[in-house]
């Protein structure tokens, strides 16, 4: 199964993912990732989560070939179970460690980030190189791991760091060689699993209470624009790029744009009927904020408050 949970050490759980070639998990492989994490917190028995991979790396993010082969359906599927599956890490009632080795890219960063702590081997990479595959998400989870001017170039290069790089922000508890890494781990867990298992619950409660921005709310906010991105079929482009092991054309600007004045068509009759499900329609330029007030007055009186008019005799 590509997602397993196994108990090796009293209070201690491990959630594993095995999904040959690289851990990029499909729409099922999500919603299990969240189910057994949630679970694992659940079980009393647990006082801390250990979150690893088999395999050549952590995690690559989602499985793009489903997303090409089942269109919306796959795409909106995907969003969900990777909120679903970070929020799972961020909501599971006992500490979570991610245990890294090799690549850690998209959707890895994604559950790494709303861990609590992290251990990395020598040779791991963190990434998102979701501007290259048409999409946008995790970089709410990435700010939590470096400097905001760190992800921006993060983002918009689609360039890895090494955990050296990542060690020297605070992010990682430890860096060791490969071999040495989930050893590494269990030295940890088993520190958090002395404590009391009641007061680890309520530590974790009361952490997250206190954190500055609503992480679950933040993803969803980007994972509209990888569906804005979707319906103007720019994402298309580089999502079959990936699939077909070739340079993505990044010179199409995709079928309309936005400008300060609303809705624009780029090209003429390229508009997608069948992906938008509507006919084009001849779009003006948006009216200013003072047209619209007057041409709001003239369909319905504007209605004074009573103690406003009595002011004003």
């Known amino acids: 199964m590509p997602i397993r949970t196994e108990q ?79 929020a799972a890490v961020y909501d599971c009632e006992v500490p979570v460690i991610a245990s890294v080795g090799g690549f850690c890219l998209g959707g890895g960063i994604g559950l790494i980030g709303n861990a609590d702590m992290i251990v990395a ?21 990435l700010s939590r791991l470096v400097p905001q001017h760190t992800m921006r170039r993060m983002l918009y290069t689609a360039e890895a760091i090494t955990a050296a790089e990542l060690f020297t922000y605070g992010s990682l508890a430890a860096v060791v060689p490969r071999d040495d890494l989930l050893a590494a781990t269990y030295e940890l867990a088993e520190k958090v699993a002395s404590k009391s298992p009641s007061i680890l619950r309520r530590a974790k409660e009361s952490a997250n209470g206190i ?29 079959d790029a990936f699939v077909e092991k070739r340079d993505a054309d990044t010179t ?14 780029l090209e003429p009759n390229i508009f997608n009927e069948k992906r938008l499900r509507c006919k084009p329609q001849q779009v003006t330029p948006m009216q200013g904020v003072s047209d619209v007030a007057a041409e709001s007055r003239k369909s319905k009186p504007l ?11």
């Open 211 to 239: 954190d500055p921005i609503d992480v679950k709310r933040s993803y969803r906010f980007e994972q509209g624009f990888t569906y804005e991105l979707h319906v103007r079929g720019v994402a298309d482009e580089q999502r």
């Open 8 to 86: 090796n050490r009293p209070g201690i759980t491990e959630v594993i993912m095995d999904h040959p070639p690289v851990n990029a998990l499909d729409v099922a492989g999500w919603f299990s990732l969240a189910d057994q994490l949630i679970a694992a917190g659940r079980d009393p028995e647990c006082r801390v989560v250990i979150l690893r991979a088999e395999g050549r790396g952590f995690n690559a993010g989602v499985d793009i070939k489903e997303i090409q082969a089942k269109g919306d359906e796959a795409l909106v599927g995907v969003n969900r179970g990777c909120a679903a599956a970070f």
């Open 252 to 265: 199409k600007k995709g079928e309309f744009g936005w400008t300060a004045h609303g809705l624009k068509e």
């Open 303 to 313: 209605r004074i408050p009573k103690p406003l008019r009595q002011r004003s005799k």
């Open 121 to 141: 081997a020598d040779d791991a990479t963190f990434g998102l190189p979701e501007v290259d595959r048409g999409a946008l998400g995790a970089a709410t989870h």
